[in-house]
């Protein structure tokens, strides 16, 4: 199944690129924190990664979840770094974020927009040039 992810080409979504590029120019830097397993994906994520946005990110951080040992909330692991504001599409994990004061811009997708949560630090945006940082 892994193999297969070679043959896959997910393109990235239109504009974000650009965006993010605004974004770091303006910022201290950008990392990802993914909830993606290491053991698993990291090779192609950093691959797939260095194609489309080489030169973007000063990190990649696996959260490793749906791993038994080594899994870690994304938002333990931004207080560990003093990680702020955190751009996502998963509810769930936007929701833990806002709770523990990490502002979660929540970019809508079909798998979050039915969550109807009003949350002061969950900012729904419909796309990347809504994000304001």
């Given at each position: 199944m892994l193999d297969d992810l070679e043959k896959l080409e997910i393109m990235p979504v239109l504009w974000?690129?650009?965006?993010?590029?605004?974004?770091?120019?303006?910022?201290?830097?950008?990392?990802?924190?993914?909830a993606r397993r290491e053991d698993l994906f990291k090779n192609y994520?950093?691959?797939?990664?260095?194609?489309?946005?080489?030169?973007?990110?000063d990190?990649?951080?696996?959260?490793?979840?749906?791993h038994k040992e080594k899994s870690r909330d994304k938002s333990e692991i931004c207080?560990?770094?003093w990680i702020t504001e955190i751009i996502e599409d998963n509810f769930?994990?936007?929701?833990?974020?806002?709770n523990k004061w990490i502002k979660a811009h929540l970019?809508?997708?079909?798998w979050?927009?039915?969550?109807?949560?009003?949350?002061?630090n969950i900012i729904r945006v419909k796309n990347w040039w809504e994000i304001i940082i």
């Open positions: 974000a690129k650009d965006r993010l590029q605004e974004i770091k120019s303006n910022w201290f830097g950008l990392m990802i924190i993914t994520t950093e691959k797939w990664l260095s194609k489309h946005y080489n030169w973007i990110f990190d990649i951080i696996y959260a490793n979840h749906f207080i560990e770094l769930d994990y936007a929701l833990d974020l806002a970019i809508e997708k079909p979050n927009n039915w969550q109807n949560i009003n949350h002061e």
